[in-house]
Structures are given as C-alpha cells and as structure tokens.
C-alpha cells in the first residue's frame, strides 16, 4: 500500500470448487488456529461469495515474517535441517492435541449455509462459545469436475465408519452416472494397456469390495479414531521460519480436513523416503565406509541419498520423542495399507483400476494377522472379499508395469527439469522446453516401428491434451 504496509489476497483457481466452502473453511481453520497459538497469517478480510467489487471469492490476510523454507532448504546444514524438522514436529504435537467432536472441515457457524449439516465446535473450554463448527469435507478428491454436483455425503462425520465410506460412495454414484471408458490418465500407463480405453466396472467392483472390509479398517483404540487436524500439505514452500530456525507461519491451509488420527498419520511427502530399506528399518543413516573412494558424480548421489534418509529418520525419531501420540499411530500394525485403502477408494478414477485393487490384494494376504490385531477375538473373522489366483497374478503384473512406468517418468521430469504437473520456474522455462523437445526427439529416433513413433506423439507424456472427459 501508499503507506507501504503489505498483505496477502488469494483468489481461488478457476477449478478448485465448491469455492465459497473451500475459501470460507481455510478462513475458518487460520482463525481457529490463531486462537490456540498457531503461527499462521490473520486474516483481515475475505468474501465467500463473488458478489462483490472484485468478482471473485478471496481472502486478505497477513504477510508472514521470516524466510520461505524452500528458498533456503537445500543450501541448510545437517544441523539446521534437524533443527527445523524438531520445530515441525513439536508444532505438530500442538495441532495434535486440539480437540474436535466429529470429522470434516472447519467453518465459521455464520459461513455456512443451512442447507449443510454442522457440528458445533467449543473452544477456550466453553460448550456456550459455538462460533466454529464442523461442516462438509472440502478434500479436492471429493468435488472434482462433474463430482460437485453429486448427492453424496461429504460429512460431518459423526463416527469413523462413515468417515471410510464417504469418498468411495462419492465415486460410486459418479461413476454410475458419468463413467465410462478412458486411457490412463498418467500416460506412461497406456503402453501397458496396450493403449486400449479401460472400462470403470472393474474399478466398481473394488469399491464394492473395499466397502465389505470397512468394518475391520477401524483400530481398536479410541486413540486412533479421534479426530485431528494436520496441515493438509506440509512441505518447504508453505513453511515460513526466523533466523534462529524458528516457524514464524504456517500458510496454504486449503482442502484442509479433520479426520481420524490413523486416516492422518503419516511421514509428509517432503521428508519421507519410503522404498528405501534403511529408511524403512528406521536405521541410522551414514554414509558408506568406501565414500572416499567413490567418483565425484557417486559421492554426489551417496550425499543426495544420505540427505534423504537423514530427514526420515529424524522425523520419526523426533516424533517418537516429542509427539508421540503421532508416533503410535504411524508405528500401529498396518498403518500404512489402511491409509492407502482410505486414500486410493477416496481418489477420482482416471483409468486406473489397478492401484486399489492391489492394495485389496495385499488386505486378503494378510487378513489373519490384520484382523488379529484389530479384534481382541481368539478366532479371527473370515475375510468378506477374495480374489481368484489368475486376477491376482494378473494385476501384481500390472502393479509392477505401472511402478516400473512411474520410476520412468520421474526420470524424466528430473532429466528435463519438470516438477509435479508440469510446473517448471518461469525463468528457466524456454531452456527446460527445448531439453523437452530433445527428449522427444531422442524417443522418436529411437522407435522401432512407425506405429511406435504414432503411439509416442499421440501419448506423448508432455504434451498438453483435453482433460475434459476425466473430470
């Protein structure tokens, strides 16, 4: 401003939706925060509707002090990053320990319009203070493309059961309405499928079957299933932090949810190095005895790799230590398969039939020793799903193709330079464009058929094309 005060005003994207809910839910949840002393910006102003002078919904709020973590992430020291991974987590151990009576998204009583459900949310241990309530669930996944008008329920949730149903009943009713057959959306895929158009049915058909097996997903513990509020996507861009290390704000609380504790545990995708044996063991990292001996582009990638390893290890060591709560869920038997049963039926169908119905797979593998640890029961109960041996052989085929296909294209996008959906920094755009168009090249020279070179520019995995019929 004139006066050279600054602040922040966000706008949603064109496609993010329902847009009065999302941006009334990211107000409600900063305000909620701020109240129980969470570094995250005031919000000065913000409108749920576009009938206003800018036309759109928005929100004002405060300029976070303090350096951006990505900007300066890579360039810490070991020490530094411990550092700032110990204040995460005590920061955590503070979101953890709020108190919500039901499942869902956050919302001032006075936003919310009374065609949704609501739960009153007390705070500063008054039951007569009800400014805040629980209403429906903004998770992206829930209302994308034609989904926003589907009749579903989207929350609050009361109880967790519910909470499991919620996102595969919402693909349920779109896909009896709207699916029909479509190419993998990730397009490395399609060259498995023989670049052939898959049917939803198959998909129907675990949805119906990851449903059967909610019953048994729910840990017996009440500890587990209460709900609890996270960062919907912590990661260096939306971490702001003081010369001494300290976070001095907290930003990008959209989509934010509540939801049981076990549906929310979880290493964040920054810090985590699942598939790596020594991450998994939880060992110590270190470098390897021959690192003197190694090339420099080895040492490099041993360094690289050490880094990795080093930030996982310390999350969970320190979440161990000062947020354990967070820990016994994290470390609770088959903690990870039911977060991806939960996360995989919730997700849009965009041609892959594959990735939920392995992990179905794996649940009937292992039903005795998973249901013995849910069920204080001597005699384990049957499993309600099954699988014939050629099905299973037939998708750990697939599961494998597809794995092998996204190891491949991740390469890529590091050869080139491209991040996650395509995003590349502005300044470096027409040279990681040419890299791009060199890449391509090189593919189509090294084709082997003229149907292949036909297949590759069709499906080229850069190329922009319509996503209409996904959404």
Not at 162 to 169: D, N
Not at 256 to 279: A, E, M
Not at 406 to 434: H, M, T
Request: charged share 25%.
């Amino acid at each position: 401003m004139r006066d050279g005060f600054q602040f922040v005003g966000r706008i949603p994207y064109p496609v993010t939706e329902p847009k009065h809910l999302v941006v009334a839910s990211e107000v409600a949840t900063m305000d909620f925060l701020r109240l129980h002393n969470i570094p995250v910006p005031e919000v000065y102003s913000y409108s749920t509707t576009q009938e206003n002078a800018a036309g759109t919904e928005y929100l004002f709020m405060e300029l976070v002090c303090g350096k951006n973590l990505g900007d300066i992430w890579f360039d810490l020291s070991e020490k530094a990053r411990i550092d700032v991974v110990t204040n995460l987590v005590e920061l955590e151990s503070r979101l953890f320990t709020l108190k919500f009576p039901a499942s869902g998204s956050l919302y001032h009583i006075d936003d919310l319009p009374a065609r949704f459900n609501k739960i009153d949310v007390p705070i500063a241990e008054s039951a007569r203070d009800t400014r805040f309530c629980i209403g429906p669930d903004t998770r992206l996944a829930l209302w994308h493309g034609k989904r926003l008008n589907i009749q579903t329920d989207r929350g609050p949730y009361s109880d967790t059961a519910t909470t499991l149903q919620a996102g595969a009943k919402k693909e349920i009713a779109y896909l009896t309405r709207f699916g029909r057959s479509l190419h993998p959306f990730q397009r490395l895929h399609r060259e498995i499928y023989g670049y052939q158009k898959q049917s939803p049915s198959e998909h129907l058909e675990n949805l119906g079957k990851y449903l059967q097996t909610i019953p048994y997903l729910i840990p017996d513990s009440r500890n587990l299933t209460r709900p609890t509020l996270r960062h919907p996507d912590l990661q260096p861009n939306n971490v702001f932090i003081s010369e001494d290390l300290s976070v001095t704000g907290l930003i990008d609380w959209q989509h934010c949810t509540i939801l049981p504790l076990f549906l929310q545990c979880g290493i964040p995708n920054s810090l985590q190095n699942y598939g790596d044996s020594v991450s998994e063991s939880l060992t110590r990292p270190e470098l390897p005895p021959c690192f003197d001996e190694l090339s420099d582009s080895e040492q490099f990638q041993e360094v690289l790799l050490l880094r990795r390893r080093q930030l996982h290890y310390f999350y969970v060591a320190t979440t161990e230590r000062l947020n354990p709560v967070h820990y016994d869920a994290l470390t609770h038997d088959f903690s990870t398969l039911r977060r991806k049963l939960f996360d995989h039926a919730s997700c849009p169908w965009e041609g892959d039939s594959v990735t939920l119905k392995v992990d179905l797979i794996n649940l009937t593998r292992s039903w005795n020793e998973f249901t013995t640890s849910t069920s204080n029961d001597a005699r384990p109960p049957s499993c309600p799903i099954a699988f014939s041996e050629a099905e299973v052989s037939k998708c750990l085929r697939l599961h494998a193709a597809q794995v092998e296909a996204d190891e491949q294209l991740q390469a890529c996008r590091n050869v080139v330079g491209i991040g996650p959906e395509g995003w590349v920094p502005l300044e470096q755009y027409d040279e990681i464009k040419r890299q791009e168009m060199k890449l391509k090249a090189d593919a189509l020279e090294a084709a082997e058929s003229e149907e292949e070179r036909e297949k590759l520019c069709e499906h080229w995995i850069f190329d922009d094309f319509d996503e209409e019929e996904y959404s």
